[in-house]
């Protein structure tokens, strides 16, 4: 199994904002992205050498949320991610193991 470089990351990310207008990444959504996200938001609250001035900023320039507890979705948001849900899925059956905030929303 090949581990995707910072780089390809940051792609990624790119083209998930460009697809969802958001870069809060779930794992129902991207399970692999949704982890690279929590790892980084890790990296940075536990600074390690991974975790370099020049990788924040480029996930500052693109708008990436690095403190998820301050951000609460707004109904029409979860509205949204539901309707993700259902076109990834064919169904609103959100299970916790899927997707545990959505799942109780």
């Known amino acids: 199994m090949q581990i995707s470089s910072f780089q390809q990351r ?3 990310l790119k083209a998930f904002k ?3 207008g ?3 990444v779930t794992d129902t959504l991207d399970k692999k992205l949704a982890g690279f996200c929590r790892s980084t938001r890790h990296a940075r609250r536990n600074p390690d050498r991974s975790m ?3 990788r924040i900023k480029a996930l500052d ?3 990436f949320e690095w403190n998820l507890r301050n951000h609460l979705s707004s109904f029409e948001d979860r509205i949204e991610q539901l309707k993700e849900f259902k ?3 064919g169904h609103l059956r959100v299970a916790q193991t899927s997707d545990k905030n959505l799942a109780k929303f």
Do not use: M, P
């Open 10 to 12: 940051i792609e990624q």
């Open 52 to 54: 370099t001035e020049e």
């Open 61 to 63: 320039d693109l708008g």
């Open 18 to 20: 460009e697809a969802h």
């Open 87 to 89: 076109e990834a899925h």
């Open 22 to 24: 958001h870069l809060r």
